[in-house]
């Protein structure tokens, strides 16, 4: 199993910057790619950002050349820098690690069904 904790959130006005923080723990050797999601009031959750174990990212087109993940695997820490904050982007964020595999005395046991591990959340208010 993988344990994800985030921090960061916070209220903020327009144009200002936050940067979330997602430390996880136990099975983290066979973990995917990473990712933070987020979900707003009367919204589905939505994949925000991403990135896989050879360091490809992926942005919603939303927040494209505002947001930036990153990681810093001796910390075992997921980061998504948020800058120029709209209103809009006022939700609850999540951390997501995709697990293929499985823990087994140190090797990566296939599964059938990718896993997904999710965070408690962190919210994000943004005020205009």
């Known amino acids: 199993q993988v344990q994800l904790v985030e921090s960061g959130g916070g209220l903020v006005q327009a144009g200002d910057s936050l940067r979330l923080s997602c430390v996880a723990s136990?099975?983290?050797?066979?973990?995917?790619?990473m990712g933070w999601y987020r979900q707003a009031p009367g919204k589905e959750r939505e994949l925000v950002a991403s990135?896989?174990?050879?360091?490809?990212?992926n942005y919603a087109d939303s927040v494209k050349g505002r947001f930036t993940i990153s990681r810093d695997n001796a910390k075992n820490t997921l980061y998504l820098q948020m800058n120029s904050l709209k209103p809009e982007d006022t939700a609850v964020y999540y951390c997501?690690?995709?697990?293929?595999?499985?823990?087994?005395?140190?090797?990566?046991?296939?599964?059938?069904?990718?896993?997904?591990?999710w965070g408690q959340g962190t919210q994000v208010t943004v005020s205009s």
């Open positions: 990135i896989t174990r050879g360091g490809r990212n």
């Open positions: 136990g099975d983290t050797i066979c973990i995917s790619a």
């Open positions: 997501n690690a995709l697990s293929n595999f499985q823990t087994r005395d140190f090797v990566c046991i296939p599964l059938e069904r990718p896993k997904s591990s």
